[in-house]
Every structure is written in C-alpha cells, then in structure tokens.
C-alpha cells in the first residue's frame, strides 16, 4: 500500500497536484479540512466531540482528527494507498498517524514536500484569490502570516520525515506536468524499495 504525505506552504501546488496523483495511483484523498465539514454535516460522534472544542474556541485534539482519519480509512477498502494533504500538521500529529499507520501494517511510505519561494507563493496566493474569491489569499497581510504560522508550527514535520529517511523534497515551481513527473519518479521509487 502507497501513503503519501503530501506536504508544502499555502499555494505550493498540493491541490493540483494531489488530484494528479490520486488519479494515476489510485489514492483515496484524505484532507483534514474535508473530514471535518463531513462529520460536522453528517453530525457524527467526531463531528459533535470537534463542534463542541471549537464553539469553545479551542483546537480540536489530535485524537479526535485521528479517529476521523481512522474512520475515513476504515471506509476506503478499494483504495490503492492514501495522499495525506495537509496533514500532518504538528509533530504530535505525525507520531500519531504513524501509530495508527503502523498498527494497520501500513506504514507512511514518504513525504513528498513542494518546495517554493515565498514571493512565489504570494504571487500564486494573491492571483488565486482574483480567480477563486478566497479572502484569505486577496491580502497580502494574511499571505505572509498564513506563511510565517506554516514555518513555525508546519516546518518542523519535515524534520520528523528526514529524520525516518522519509522526506522527499521537490522543486515546486515549473509547469504543472512537469512537477508531476517529478513527483511519479519519486513515488515510483518508493514503490521499488518496497
């Protein structure tokens, strides 16, 4: 089984390029912020024990977005592997899916990170938000500090990878097709060790 962690600063590309790779390896997506929505909806146990955090204003706990990462991957029997986007995002959550991970005996294969300069980031945010309408990628201001929260609190999850020889680091600007490439290689060779 293929698990990947899809990893990289607001507007490096996860988006696009995660849509790719769950097409050509056949990958359930699995995207904290879809989870989320989903188990709020549908008024879930989850959904009720992270509703109740948040109208406290507090973070939701790491057990509770691993039991609906748990959930979604007890849900996912026909898939080839899943693309973890946007999460990880603490060390304390890395630990935690590899526990999970590893008591399924399928453990993280790699982290695959999108690595773009910052004014290259601002300029792909700022022209999505004319494009999508997102408020929060309109402001310069809210750029910058969605960037600085990414390398204070995100960052250090890389470190977690290297240290397992897990990182994966791919230069996130060119064109799409050829990023993707990039990123086939390396998961391609990570399907070789295996």
Known sequence: MLNIVLFGPPGAGKGTQSEKLISKYNLEHISTGD???????????LGKSAQKYMDDGFLVPDEVVIGMVDDKIKNSSEANGFIFDGFPRTINQAEALDKLMNGKGNPISGMISLEVPFEELKKRLLERGKISGRVDDQNEE????????YLKETLPVSQYYKNQNKFN?????GSIDDIFNNIC???DSLKIEK
């Open 169 to 173: 680091g791919i230069h996130g600007v």
């Open 142 to 149: 809210k750029i910058d500090n969605r960037i600085q929260v």
């Open 35 to 45: 989870l989320f929505r989903k188990h709020l909806n549908e008024g879930t146990e």
């Open 185 to 187: 290689d390396v998961i």
